[in-house]
């Protein structure tokens, strides 16, 4: 069973804050991705990444930026949070490749910034 | 630009009808489309996908057909149950491109007692 784990279920900050969301996937999944979720907007990709050290912009990468130290762990960073970066934060992984496109999802970080 | 839509938000459906949800897409350089369904309060989970040199795919209740040339697709789901109201998310990708898959806004199905 593949398991995409993030740090925090619920999260409040302050606007201003640095915010660090964790990631961890434990199916040696070469591939991770941040989305975020927003009513009528769907899921936005922010950032993905490839392979260790490796990142590529999504379509909403403003305001965030990602760390892949290791294969299995994906970090999502607000240098300084706002309040319209209140939202639902997924992570998901998948392997690399052609035909392998089906993404696994952890249960979601809700960042409430105030 | 959305490349990935889906037109209605929400849908309601009586328990043990017929569901059925659509999409369309603007790429025609998409070949691989997937179907995600999710809950409150939890990450979205792979339901059924269809490659393009197929024009339909079923699993269980769940069946995805696909129109390349009208650039539309759609999940069906018989019966309906109660299990089954949660946000439905279509999404799209190309094989030969890069590993991401695009996602529509989403559809929030209601089965109704």
Same mark, same amino acid.
């Given at each position: 069973d593949v398991k995409v784990t993030?740090?925090?279920?619920?999260?409040?900050?302050?606007?201003?804050e640095?915010?660090?969301l964790e990631c961890v996937q434990d199916m040696d999944?070469?591939?991770m991705f941040w989305y975020r979720q927003d009513p009528g907007l769907g899921l936005r990709l922010i950032y993905f990444?490839?392979?260790?050290? /490796?990142?590529?912009k999504g379509d909403i990468?403003?305001?965030?930026?990602? *760390?892949?130290?290791k294969k299995e762990r994906f970090s999502l960073i607000l240098e300084s949070a706002s309040t319209n970066q209140t939202s639902m934060y997924l992570c998901a992984s998948s392997l690399f490749g052609v035909g392998s496109y089906e993404q696994y999802f952890g249960p979601g970080t809700r960042l409430t910034v105030t | 630009d959305q490349q990935v839509k889906q037109n209605s938000p929400s849908l309601s459906v009586q328990e043990g009808r017929i569901s059925i949800l659509n999409c369309d897409?603007?790429? *025609? /350089?998409?070949?691989?489309?997937?179907w995600y369904k999710k809950y409150p309060a939890e990450g979205p989970t792979f339901l059924i996908s269809i490659s393009s040199i197929k024009d339909k795919n079923e699993d269980g209740r769940f069946t995805v057909f696909l129109?390349? *040339?009208?650039?539309?697709?759609s999940l069906h789901i018989v019966p309906s149950q109660p299990g089954d109201s949660a946000v439905?998310?279509?999404?799209? *990708?190309?094989?030969?491109?890069?590993?991401k898959i695009i996602f529509g806004k989403g559809t929030r199905l209601h089965i109704l007692p």
């Open positions: 993030q740090s925090s279920r619920y999260l409040v900050k302050r606007t201003g640095k915010v660090f999944h070469e591939n990444s490839y392979d260790v050290k /490796m990142k590529e990468p403003e305001g965030y930026s990602v *760390s892949r130290e | 897409y603007t790429n *025609s /350089m998409f070949d691989y489309f997937l129109n390349k *040339s009208a650039k539309h697709l439905y998310f279509c999404a799209a *990708s190309e094989i030969e491109g890069e590993d």
